[in-house]
């Protein structure tokens, strides 16, 4: 169940609803890549739904988990939750963590740097929220990826634990949707394929767990930032 897989036990009441993920690549080349490596896992697959009487049989029928693949801009897309690729300083200077920062105003690097100054730098493979400023978002969530070579051959490990991190806090704060960019693709040097890899390693640990209930839809940016 849900509340296993977020490891708050088996007593916890968890609503059945969708939950969108949305990806984004800074690279207009990786597209066909970045389909080939989604869809051949998510396309029309069905969600694993545990036999409970609490979910309708109608209902069981019609849950299957779907990826949508398409062109945008992260900065500019409407999600709950919208997911930096950050560095352990929360320093947004460079990449997308440069277009959601100026898209979001002062406040979102404000914040950061606060946190930052609070708790210290966010090791790789964790994931903090703060303030999505002007962004058409509840929260910013910052996940921060390895950076290739610095990584010591473990890239795809912590990468997988930053997008579980990230897509963590998006559940437990009861977030609809999230939009998540190719961590660690962009400025970072992590091969693209390593970074859709992750995303399919976590959806397979969710149908493994039985999730109740959870459509993916993931999207990608061609814009060049």
């Not at 990786?30 to 545990?50: G, Y």
């Not at 036999?51 to 709950?80: F, M, N, R, Y």
């Not at 995303?199 to 640990?205: E, F, L, N, R």
């Amino acid at each position: 169940m849900l509340g296993k897989f977020l490891g708050v036990g088996s007593n916890v009441e968890i609503e059945l609803r969708d939950t969108e993920l949305l990806l984004f690549t800074l690279c207009s080349d990786k597209l066909d890549e970045i389909e080939k490596a989604v869809l051949d896992k998510f396309k029309e697959e069905k969600v694993d739904v545990p036999d409970c009487s609490a979910v309708p049989s109608e209902l069981k029928e019609k849950l299957e988990s779907k990826v949508l693949v398409c062109q945008g801009d992260i900065t500019k897309e409407h999600a709950d939750a919208l997911v930096n690729a950050a560095n352990e300083d929360l320093d947004h200077v460079g990449g997308v963590a440069a277009a959601l920062s100026h898209a979001g105003g002062p406040q979102v690097q404000e914040e950061s740097s606060a946190l930052v100054k609070q708790v210290g730098k966010i090791p790789t493979g964790d994931a903090v929220v703060t303030t999505g400023g002007n962004l058409n978002c509840y929260k910013l969530l910052h996940a921060v990826g390895p950076v290739q070579g610095r990584a010591g051959g473990r890239e795809r490990e912590l990468l997988e634990k930053a997008v579980c991190s990230a897509l963590n806090l998006a559940e437990m704060m009861e977030f609809q949707s999230i939009a998540i960019p190719c961590i660690s693709s962009g400025t970072y040097g992590v091969p693209i394929r390593v970074c859709t890899e992750a995303i399919v390693a976590w959806s397979t640990i969710v149908q493994t767990v039985n999730v109740d209930i959870i459509s993916v839809f993931i999207m990608n940016d061609k814009k060049q930032f």
